[in-house]
């Protein structure tokens, strides 16, 4: 079973990351935020999923 706290932030990242780009479709902003392709998507490890969407919105605060 996952850790509730990690669905959590993973959720609240997801949520904070999709706000900063609302014309993308939810898949378009993972393979974005991840940096990989539609294969690659399938085997990203939570943690690693957290950390790129924080970094996706850091790069999109920087850009704008």
């Known amino acids: 079973m ?6 959590e932030s993973t959720l609240a990242a ?8 609302p014309d993308m479709r939810l898949g378009q902003l993972l393979m974005n935020a991840c940096n990989c392709d539609d294969l690659e998507i399938y085997n990203v490890e939570d ?3 957290l ?9 999109i605060e920087a850009a704008s």
């Open 14 to 21: 997801l949520a904070a990351a999709w706000s900063k780009a």
């Open 2 to 7: 996952k850790n509730e706290n990690t669905i």
């Open 47 to 49: 943690d690693v999923l």
């Open 51 to 59: 950390l790129k969407l924080q970094a996706f919105i850091a790069r």
